[in-house]
């Protein structure tokens, strides 16, 4: 890894190291197998212990087809605001672990500068359930925002999805699926260095500090199930499969150069540019996967976190996408 660690930024290199060797690696579908929970659940209590005081949190719940409930998490400013954006986020780890208290961190920025109300919903993980429960559940959420968004004080033209990793993968799958569906509409997306592409060849930065791309292959595995490695992967599980971009909202995503999913982002940026989606993209050399979450101190996490809130706050002034005729 020695090489790939020199072509971090300076500030960078420490922290990739640490949890590089926290992590270990993951060389098999059976490191990834085992149960995450304990793990989540220090994940959720550390995140609850730590909310902001300008931010309110409080849980609901989804009812699923299986007669199971899909908890979810909402994050609103502590004095709440009507007509202001409604905002799914969806968290990252590899589609096999993580809560979504893991993201209110992320989108304390959001709430505060702009009011928004934040649907975060803990999504079936891979390790319980392969695709598509993770879309489902995302979609599920995305309804539920659409639906209780006038108690919620949210504009119903000005849904978002935005998620880091998995999570940005599981944005644009929600995004197409919804295109598709024709059942609600979004007005604006943020997948950040988004997971999107089964294919990504196990010799694409297999020294890759945090996630690399022998893990990536093996958590795609998990997540795909007995689809894996046939031609039965839809885009909707894997949106680096879709061949028609057209309809898709406005995007804004980054992706460090040094992370495994640099390519397929920047093909995906490409893609929904040549349809003529509105794109605002941005490389960070020198920069490795999740770097903006595990050193939230470095200069190219204050640049990425920068861009990214800017071009938040532009979204919330120019993007507005009404509900389809008939939608609640």
Same mark, same amino acid.
């Given at each position: 890894?020695?090489d790939t660690? #020199?072509?971090l930024q300076p500030?960078l290199r420490?922290p990739?190291?640490?949890m590089?060797a @926290?992590?270990?690696?993951?060389?098999?579908?059976? +490191?990834?197998r085992r149960?995450?929970?304990?793990v989540n659940r220090?994940?959720?209590e550390?995140?609850?212990r730590?909310?902001?005081?300008?931010l309110?949190?409080?849980?609901?719940?989804v009812?699923?087809a299986?007669?199971?409930?899909?908890?979810?998490?909402?994050?609103r400013?502590r004095r709440?605001r009507? #007509?202001v =954006?409604g905002?799914?986020w969806?968290?990252g780890?590899?589609y096999?672990?993580?809560?979504?208290?893991q993201g209110?961190?992320i989108?304390r920025s959001?709430v505060?500068?702009?009011?928004c109300?934040?649907?975060? =919903?803990?999504?079936?993980?891979?390790?319980d359930a392969? !695709?598509p429960?993770?879309r489902?559940d995302? !979609?599920?959420?995305?309804l539920?925002?659409r639906?209780?968004a006038d108690?919620?004080?949210v504009r119903?033209?000005?849904?978002a999805?935005?998620g880091n990793? @998995?999570?940005?993968?599981?944005?644009?799958a929600?995004t197409?699926?919804?295109?598709d569906?024709g059942?609600?509409?979004?007005?604006?997306q943020?997948?950040l260095y988004?997971?999107? +592409? +089964?294919r990504?060849?196990?010799d694409?930065l297999?020294d890759?500090?945090v996630? #690399? @791309?022998v893990?990536?292959r093996?958590?795609?595995?998990? !997540?795909l199930g +007995?689809?894996d490695?046939?031609?039965?992967? &839809?885009?909707?599980?894997a949106p680096?499969?879709?061949t028609?971009?057209t309809?898709?909202?406005p995007?804004?995503t980054?992706v460090g150069?040094v992370d495994?999913f640099?390519?397929?982002?920047?093909?995906?940026?490409?893609a929904l540019?040549a349809?003529g989606?509105?794109v605002?993209?941005?490389?960070?050399?020198?920069?490795?996967?999740g770097?903006?979450?595990i050193?939230?101190s @470095?200069?190219a996490?204050?640049e990425?976190v920068?861009?990214?809130d800017q071009?938040?706050?532009?979204?919330?002034?120019?993007?507005?996408? =009404?509900? &389809?005729p008939?939608?609640?």
């Amino acid at each position: 890894m020695s090489d790939t660690l #020199d072509r971090l930024q300076p500030d960078l290199r420490l922290p990739a190291r640490l949890m590089s060797a @926290a992590l270990g690696r993951q060389r098999s579908v059976e +490191d990834l197998r085992r149960p995450p929970g304990a793990v989540n659940r220090v994940i959720s209590e550390v995140a609850r212990r730590r909310v902001p005081k300008t931010l309110r949190v409080h849980e609901e719940s989804v009812p699923r087809a299986d007669g199971s409930r899909l908890r979810l998490l909402v994050i609103r400013p502590r004095r709440p605001r009507r #007509d202001v =954006p409604g905002l799914l986020w969806l968290h990252g780890g590899g589609y096999l672990t993580g809560e979504p208290e893991q993201g209110i961190g992320i989108v304390r920025s959001f709430v505060e500068g702009s009011g928004c109300v934040v649907v975060a =919903p803990a999504y079936r993980l891979s390790v319980d359930a392969p !695709y598509p429960a993770a879309r489902d559940d995302a !979609y599920a959420a995305l309804l539920w925002l659409r639906d209780h968004a006038d108690e919620l004080g949210v504009r119903r033209d000005q849904l978002a999805v935005g998620g880091n990793s @998995a999570g940005g993968g599981l944005t644009a799958a929600t995004t197409l699926y919804a295109r598709d569906r024709g059942e609600v509409s979004v007005a604006f997306q943020m997948p950040l260095y988004p997971m999107i +592409d +089964d294919r990504t060849p196990v010799d694409v930065l297999d020294d890759a500090p945090v996630w #690399d @791309a022998v893990t990536n292959r093996n958590a795609w595995s998990m !997540y795909l199930g +007995d689809r894996d490695g046939t031609d039965d992967v &839809p885009a909707y599980a894997a949106p680096a499969r879709c061949t028609d971009h057209t309809g898709l909202p406005p995007t804004m995503t980054f992706v460090g150069d040094v992370d495994p999913f640099h390519e397929e982002t920047t093909r995906y940026v490409e893609a929904l540019r040549a349809a003529g989606v509105p794109v605002e993209f941005r490389v960070v050399e020198g920069a490795f996967h999740g770097f903006d979450v595990i050193a939230s101190s @470095a200069r190219a996490t204050r640049e990425a976190v920068a861009f990214r809130d800017q071009w938040f706050g532009h979204a919330v002034r120019a993007y507005r996408a =009404p509900q &389809p005729p008939g939608a609640q």
